[in-house]
């Protein structure tokens, strides 16, 4: 138990110095870039929100096939989490891509296929959300939001080749034929991909552990009322 | 500098909202544990 505690707190302890010490690389150390000018730093949180909105969906898909092959609440439990977790970065994702493209494009909101696919993604999420909530019995829940949780995954593919299937203003920064970036600005990309997938994993295990919490209590309440 | 500062704030703000959000639910079951345990006990006590 001790021990755990102690990976926990180690867990939170790395999360946050590698969050400064990302700051420090994206505000700092990292080249002003000559035509954006300071907002191009967006960048760098706006990608590692991102990449944790693709993973946390993409472990949503895992967690539910593991629900499905096995029946066990605890991949039901981290599917919720992780889709609730996903949900929260795709909308920063959102915001502050929403704040760049008003500085860079000279608009808040425009329907280019990057922007409108990840909009549908936020929908598609905060729908397998609702489902869960909507469900009373947990089994009948955990089985649909499962295949909702699959199917959803689709649209993550998607998002991530509209910019290279379809015409579109938003910047394409790492291809097949590199990064198209300054060498000093790739520490910064990536100590903010590694700070927030720690994030990703801080968030994930503390959602997890208020429905684990949630179901325990539950069982005591329904073990006392039968008392 | 203002729309960098205001996507770090956004950024941070609903992070941070969301893990006090997440530590306030947390509170919530912890306090309703223990009342539950509160109550075994006293029922445990009459039962005596």
Known sequence: MHRRLFRWRLAVAAAGALMLLALYFSLVYAPTERTMGQVQRVFYFHLGNAWNAFLAFFLVMVASIGYLKTRSRRWDIYAEALAEVGVVFTTVVLITGSIWGRAAWNTWWTWDPRLTTTLVLWFIYDGYLALRASLENWETRARLSAVYGIVGFVNVPIVFMSIRWWRTIHPVVISLSGMDMDPRMVPAMLASLLAFTLLLGVCTVLRAQISQSADALQSMKDAFRQD | ?48
């Not at chain 2, 500098?1 to 956004?10: I, Q, R, S």
């Open chain 2, 1 to 48: 500098m203002g729309y960098l500062f205001a996507a770090m704030a956004v950024a941070w703000g609903t992070l941070f909202l969301y893990l006090a959000y997440l530590g306030q639910r947390q509170a919530q079951l912890s306090r309703e544990l223990t009342l539950l345990q509160q109550a075994t006990r006293d029922s445990a006590k009459k039962e005596e």
